[in-house]
């Protein structure tokens, strides 16, 4: 994986840094789009290469990243976030640049030097944030845990499927860690499937909660569990993959009520704020 650590610029304009990366820029879009709230870190991917420019910019202290030659056809998306970090935004000031803004606290200085951009590829770049920026206070909203902690790859709903090309709607969220790393029970509950699914999901285990939802863990490696199985919230139920269809080793979770499939985002512990960016 290509990881770069881009130098910020020492030159300055009207209190405004100016920091870039020397990569050819052509019509574009924007893919992806999370605030990593547990590791203070921004992370977007691009359709194709990317030729990032950003400020950080005083009062209010702010955090500015525009994407040249990269479409928005959609209005600004902004979450509030809270404590250090006030909100972050995404639109398109102007055709064809795609604006990302960090809004901080109007009392907090933030120093270029402990901002770093990097570049996991020409597509993938990350921006880590001060560690003196606080994270959201958390909040419980259900009894999930995480089944995986590692890179959330894909969000729940629309997007461009990654094997086929078409347009799609994705069921769950994709976190990749390497082959065989654990993953566990979100929640307790009886295991009702486990074993080779047919339908693209590989080695794939279903579990019923006492709620009446249900959790889904696919592309496993190894699992752990059989049908009729009863788990506890933890238990290591299989080991990552990539079995069925995939691109590469994660795991795919799905949530699901009924007849109704659920965000796995808005049910787990708060780690990550994705912004719905299919659209653009």
Request: proline fraction near 6%; hydrophobic fraction near 40%; include cysteine.
């Amino acid at each position: 994986m290509l990881r770069k650590l881009l130098a910020l610029a020492s030159t300055t304009c009207a209190g405004a840094l100016l920091f870039t990366y020397s990569a050819l820029a052509k019509a574009n879009r924007l893919e992806t789009f999370v605030f990593n709230i547990s590791e203070n870190r921004i992370e977007f991917s691009t359709q194709d290469d990317i030729q990032p420019k950003g400020m950080l910019l005083e009062s209010p202290a702010r955090l500015v990243i525009d994407l040249p030659g990269t479409a928005f056809h959609r209005s600004t998306i902004k979450q509030t976030i809270g404590n250090a970090v006030q909100s972050v935004r995404v639109g398109q000031p102007e055709a064809g640049v795609t604006r990302l803004v960090v809004e901080f606290a109007p009392d907090l200085q933030v120093e270029r030097e402990t901002l770093f951009l990097q570049a996991f590829s020409p597509k993938h770049w990350t921006v880590q944030l001060p560690h003196k920026v606080a994270a959201l206070n958390q909040t419980v909203r259900s009894n999930f845990i995480w089944p995986l902690i590692g890179e959330l790859t894909a969000g729940f709903g629309w997007r461009v499927h990654p094997i086929s090309g078409e347009r799609k709607f994705h069921k769950g969220i994709d976190i990749a860690a390497p082959i065989g790393t654990p993953i566990f029970a979100a929640a307790p509950g009886i295991v009702t499937e486990a074993g080779w699914d047919e339908g693209g999901y590989g080695n794939k285990v279903v579990i019923q909660h006492a709620d009446g939802r249900e959790t889904l863990y696919a592309h496993n490696n190894r699992l752990f569990v059989s049908k009729g199985q009863t788990v506890r919230q933890g238990d290591p139920i299989a080991e990552v993959g990539s079995t069925g269809r995939s691109t590469g080793p994660h795991l795919h979770f799905e949530v699901i009520q009924g007849q109704q499939l659920l965000d796995p985002i808005a049910l787990l512990p708060l780690r990550y704020i994705l912004f719905d960016v299919a659209a653009s």
